[in-house]
Nanobody, 127 residues
Framework: VQLQASGGGTVQTGGSLKLSCTAT????????LAWFREAPGKGREFVSM????????GYADPVKGRFTISRDNAKNVGYLQMNNLGPADTAVYYC?????????????????????WGQGTLVTVSS
């Protein structure tokens, strides 16, 4: 799976952005999608994930109620709608994909469980 993230930019506090993650994969491939972010001087942290069917989603506590993850499998694109952004959301956002089996329910929060990564897109929120 090859991933390309886009949609980053600079917004003011309280603004919104929608990130996209375009996937290129073999026909018949199924995989979960996730977004992680890496703020300056910090490690890469989980933001959100969505199952292949879209029936299951997960969010990190700091973004719950503000971010919404979705996907369009017909277009091979995943999205992250980000509302009410604040300076703490400033980071490089990465999309990730994985289609393998995972033995525990919260596996998606662990970046080492994701095998495919996009190149990242920078989101800057000014105060």
């Amino acid at each position: 799976v090859q991933l390309q993230a886009s949609g980053g930019g600079t917004v003011q506090t309280g603004g919104s952005l929608k990130l996209s993650c375009t996937a290129t994969a073999s026909a018949g491939s199924t995989f979960e999608l996730a977004w992680f972010r890496e703020a300056p001087g910090k490690g890469r942290e989980f933001v959100s994930m969505i199952s292949w069917s879209g029936g299951s989603t997960g969010y990190a506590d700091p973004v719950k109620g503000r971010f919404t993850i979705s996907r369009d499998n017909a277009k091979n694109v995943g999205y992250l709608q980000m509302n009410n952004l604040g300076p703490a959301d400033t980071a490089v956002y990465y999309c990730a994909a994985d289609g393998s089996y995972h033995a525990y329910s919260t596996w998606y929060q662990d970046k080492s469980e994701w095998h495919y990564w996009g190149q990242g897109t920078l989101v800057t929120v000014s105060s």
